[in-house]
């Protein structure tokens, strides 16, 4: 990416949501297509087992019977391994599905993946964004820069709302 290059916007709501096919904690594979018919969160984040990504995890967790009873799914996605996202999840008894993109495809599909400046020092990471699709496969409401805490909420609120 070069220094004038803007970062990719991601679909915009009432776009058909980017499909994906990427292997989930536990062994197996979820694909987005797979899940038509109900609504689907995929929140984005950083790294698992840092602090914000693990408040985030554990907020969805707390909420999972919620999201479940409105009919929602609800998707993990960093780069991480499936090992590490074992790791996490039984560290923090966490109950939400998590993704591995390691080859960034879907984060890059998102618009996810961007510039980051920590210290003074740029790098590229993935920007904690969610997206809510509805049961027709289109975006329906998008959260970028998303605050680790109290995120879960506002998410459920939309979801509730469709």
């Known amino acids: 990416m070069t220094e004038a290059a803007a970062p990719a916007a991601g679909p915009a709501i009432g776009d058909d949501a980017p499909d994906f096919t990427l292997p989930r904690d536990g062994g197996g594979d979820v694909t987005l297509a797979g899940l038509k018919g109900k609504p689907v969160v995929i929140y984005f984040y950083p790294k698992d087992d840092t602090s914000g990504c693990t408040k985030e995890a554990i907020e969805f967790t707390g909420l999972a019977a919620e999201f479940e009873a409105a009919g929602a799914v609800v998707l993990g996605v960093s780069k991480d391994t499936v090992a590490s996202h074992d790791k996490f999840k039984a560290k923090?008894?966490?109950?939400?599905?998590?993704?591995?993109?390691?080859?960034?495809?879907?984060?890059?599909?998102?618009?996810?993946?961007?510039?980051?400046?920590?210290?003074?020092?740029?790098?590229?990471?993935?920007?904690?964004?969610?997206?809510?699709?509805?049961?027709?496969?289109?975006?329906?409401?998008?959260?970028?820069?998303?605050?680790?805490?109290g995120h879960a909420k506002q998410v459920l609120k939309a979801v509730q709302a469709l």
């Open 92 to 149: 923090h008894e966490l109950g939400v599905t998590l993704l591995s993109d390691e080859d960034g495809a879907a984060c890059e599909a998102y618009g996810v993946w961007v510039e980051k400046s920590m210290y003074g020092r740029k790098y590229m990471g993935i920007e904690r964004a969610t997206y809510l699709v509805g049961a027709d496969g289109k975006v329906a409401q998008v959260w970028r820069k998303a605050k680790a805490t």
